[in-house]
């Protein structure tokens, strides 16, 4: 079974940048799009950004312009590179791949941002 695993969370000061990644184990085929969540405790799990098969992408308006999403699906890898964290961006953050077949979740990584 294809598992996702991501990697690149931590502890960073307001204003430092992380990189998440994320990595499918086997391969998954036809994707429709990828994407990364996040969820603050006591919150409900929201979209942070997503990148389709055909390369758009889309951000939720509270990382505009300070968090990037890219992919290779082929390789069945993404990444969110985000730069000028806040404190209000500590969440547990999960990649998500869905294809036509499924949908496929990561276990989760932790980003904290101190102030």
């Known amino acids: 079974q294809v598992q996702l695993v991501e990697s690149g969370g931590g502890l960073v000061q307001a204003g430092g940048s992380l990189k998440l990644s994320c990595a499918a184990s086997?391969?998954?085929?036809?994707?429709?799009?990828m994407g990364w969540y996040r969820q603050a405790p006591g919150k409900q799990r929201e979209l942070v950004a997503l990148?389709?098969?055909?390369?758009?992408?889309n951000y939720a308006d509270s990382v505009k312009g300070r968090f990037t999403i890219s992919g290779d699906s082929a390789k069945n890898t993404m990444y969110l590179q985000m730069n000028s964290l806040k404190p209000e961006d500590t969440a547990v953050y999960y990649c998500?791949?869905?294809?036509?077949?499924?949908?496929?979740w990561g276990q989760g990584t932790q980003v904290t941002v101190s102030s």
């Open positions: 086997g391969s998954i085929s036809s994707i429709n799009f």
């Open positions: 998500r791949i869905h294809s036509y077949a499924r949908d496929y």
């Open positions: 990148i389709t098969s055909g390369g758009r992408t």
